[in-house]
DNA sequence: GCATGTTTGTTAATAATTACACAAAAAATA
DNA sequence: TATTTTTTGTGTAATTATTAACAAACATGC
């Protein structure tokens, strides 16, 4: 019964239709075809029947898609529907702009601990949630069954601690170090390497000064 | 004399090149061909040789590549070899954590000032930069000939700033908010959408799950 | 209820990306 | 110095991704 696997270029384009389709529902929009959401996106009407296709029919011939059915299919998708419990290992300000960020709650991921090594954070708050020290996270993460864990810590800490997390059963890291990690194919792991984007960017000022 | 486009692909590849170099090179690795460098970052030695020859031939036959050469050659590449200047657009938890980021001193941004509208963070300290009011922003970025801004401020907030950065020639933003933004072309954009990299990351959790 | 227009789902064509393969060049070795 | 080994640069093949095209399905209006 293996199903075709879909390409992660299709998935990545997936949280921007998402975001797209919850502004229509938000103005009321009803129903949209390609032709539209592909003005409004600047992406091509086909890419995008295309894309949906992935997952079996969404819309229908002379209609359209119906916006709010549309959200809610890939919602689901996503894994959005459900809730997914995430702790957050760094509490230093990024640790903390992302705890706070409450969009994310909104979206179904549940704010469950933060940790750090620094004793002068222990007992603060983020949100409603206390810092603990780093060693009992192992514990917390059994005990809690988080699901994803953040990473937000200095490059050479998020190896070691990639394979702690690996341990206790985590199974998602959402990796923010500049690093790559090494963990079991069973665990998923997302990174957010900011200086890459930034180098990325400072590539397409020198292109287009070059190019003038 | 239109030199090739080269492929966005190639260049978001290029800073894990410029990190994987660099640490070699801080190991004291003088050397390395192609198939070993394939071997630890985990892609075909045929993409990093092509990926080389974009911008003409750094290695030699027989012998491979330079780490130091390749080192620097790729940080011209990617301008990091220059400085640029940068501003921070929201001084709240992301933001800090952005500015506070000593690496990005390191590869030559500039950290020179921070704004937001809270008159309670006014004259605050991010390292040794005044947070100030940003009223005053349009005018600190035309005087100081800023290149860089970085939007950590809330979507709705995000689209009119974009606007007021594209009036006093602002080179590039990078944008943390999440929307995207509509600026003229030679304005660079490089957007940082944390949420859909979360999506992403929570698809991958439910494929696997199902998969099993 | 029929004709007309719209829009999807899907197949085909094109474009882009990645991997393969090997000659040419240099290094290492004998 | 001659020979063997290594390894790049690069042309070509294979794969993947994107765009175009169109028949089938449905909606709309008369």
């Given at each position: 019964?293996?199903?075709k696997?879909?390409?992660?270029?299709?998935?990545?384009?997936?949280?921007r239709?998402?975001?797209?389709?919850g502004?229509?529902?938000?103005?009321?929009?009803e129903?949209?075809s390609?032709?539209?959401l592909?003005?409004?996106?600047?992406?091509?009407?086909?890419?995008?029947?295309?894309?949906?296709?992935?997952f079996?029919?969404?819309?229908?011939?002379?209609?359209?898609?119906?916006?709010s059915?549309?959200?809610?299919?890939?919602?689901?998708?996503?894994?959005?529907?459900?809730?997914?419990?995430?702790?957050?290992?760094?509490?230093?300000?990024l640790?903390?702009?992302?705890?706070?960020?409450?969009?994310?709650t909104r979206?179904?991921?549940?704010?469950?601990?933060?940790f750090?090594?620094?004793p002068?954070?222990?007992?603060?708050?983020?949100?409603?949630?206390?810092?603990?020290p780093?060693?009992?996270?192992e514990?917390?993460?059994?005990?809690?069954?988080?699901e994803?864990?953040?990473?937000t810590i200095p490059?050479?800490?998020?190896?070691?601690?990639?394979?702690?997390?690996a341990?206790?059963?985590?199974k998602?890291?959402?990796?923010?170090?500049?690093?790559?990690?090494?963990?079991p194919d069973?665990?998923?792991?997302?990174?957010?390497?900011?200086s890459?984007?930034?180098?990325?960017?400072s590539?397409?000022i020198?292109?287009?000064?070059?190019?003038?």
């Amino acid at each position: 019964m293996a199903e075709k696997e879909i390409s992660q270029a299709v998935i990545a384009r997936l949280p921007r239709y998402f975001r797209y389709l919850g502004d229509l529902k938000e103005k009321g929009v009803e129903r949209i075809s390609s032709q539209e959401l592909s003005s409004i996106m600047k992406v091509t009407a086909s890419q995008i029947r295309q894309d949906f296709n992935n997952f079996g029919g969404f819309g229908q011939q002379g209609y359209g898609y119906n916006v709010s059915y549309l959200y809610e299919e890939i919602s689901k998708i996503l894994g959005i529907d459900k809730q997914h419990s995430l702790v957050i290992i760094g509490a230093g300000h990024l640790g903390k702009a992302i705890a706070g960020y409450t969009n994310f709650t909104r979206r179904g991921f549940v704010f469950k601990g933060a940790f750090d090594c620094n004793p002068d954070l222990y007992g603060t708050r983020i949100r409603d949630v206390e810092v603990r020290p780093i060693e009992e996270m192992e514990s917390f993460v059994k005990d809690n069954k988080i699901e994803i864990a953040v990473l937000t810590i200095p490059k050479d800490q998020a190896v070691p601690m990639a394979h702690k997390l690996a341990d206790c059963g985590i199974k998602a890291i959402w990796n923010f170090a500049h690093v790559d990690l090494e963990v079991p194919d069973k665990i998923q792991v997302e990174n957010v390497h900011l200086s890459d984007s930034l180098m990325k960017l400072s590539y397409n000022i020198n292109r287009y000064e070059n190019n003038i």
